[in-house]
């Protein structure tokens, strides 16, 4: 056998141990995803059983007075890496007149322009042992819903409080959901606020027009 036929062999052979490769991965993705699946209805039963939506429509209606609440995932759209969670999320969001920083130096310090104000209230189901360790597969298998915030000295979400579920579940989300309002409350409706924000935009725009 020649170098050349040598190569040749050996190429054939990395080739379809890489397809072989690319086929098992592709594979154990899609177990992943139906364990995940498996995982995720019963948390979706479990916010739905609770009345989640209905509580989070009700701030949306009478309280906040803007928003739109969602469930999620679809579970059409889980893939292997999604998280094993549900959510019933309330989220307002509505333009407003702020600075963009810059980057830091004397000739880039910021400027002015519309951008997106965002406040969200999120009931979130999962089970014990993740809100206890974060970790995907633990033994503590009940199902666990808490009150996810938004930090913004981290720029990040974080569970501000959690209880596993049971008889005193709704109670327990009632009065989660109704201190998060009295925090609220100096700036809430949102309706009013966000009213308030697009006058501050037009008469900026406004201004800019003028000059």
């Known amino acids: 056998m020649s170098w050349q036929e040598k190569i ?4 054939q052979e990395k080739t379809q141990f890489q397809s072989e490769a690319e086929r098992k991965l592709q594979a154990q993705h899609e177990q992943l ?3 995940s699946i498996e995982e995720i209805k019963p948390l979706l039963q479990a916010l739905e059983d609770l009345k989640c939506r209905e509580m ?24 292997h890496e999604s998280p094993v969670e549900a959510c019933v999320s309330l989220m307002a969001i509505w333009p407003y007149w702020g600075m963009v920083p810059g980057s830091g130096t004397a000739d880039s310090e910021g400027y002015s322009a519309v951008q997106d104000k965002v406040n969200s209230l999120i009931i979130v189901a999962s089970y014990e042992g993740i809100f206890k360790s974060s970790q ?15 930090d913004p000295y981290y720029c990040k ?10 008889e ?16 609220r409350k ?5 309706s009013t606020a966000a009213r308030k924000d697009q006058a501050e935009i037009d008469e900026h725009l406004n201004r800019t027009r003028k000059r």
């Open 33 to 35: 995803r139906l364990e």
């Open 186 to 190: 100096d700036i809430l409706p949102y």
């Open 136 to 150: 995907i597969w633990s033994r503590e298998r009940k199902i666990a819903v808490g009150i996810r915030q938004w």
């Open 157 to 166: 979400f974080f569970i501000k409080d959690w209880t596993v579920v049971d």
């Open 168 to 183: 005193n579940t709704p109670k327990w989300l009632e009065d989660r959901l109704s201190d998060d309002c009295l925090e």
């Open 8 to 11: 040749q062999k050996r190429q």
């Open 56 to 79: 989070l429509n009700g701030i949306k209606n009478e309280v906040w007075q803007l928003g739109e609440v969602t469930v999620t995932p679809d579970l059409n759209e889980v893939t």
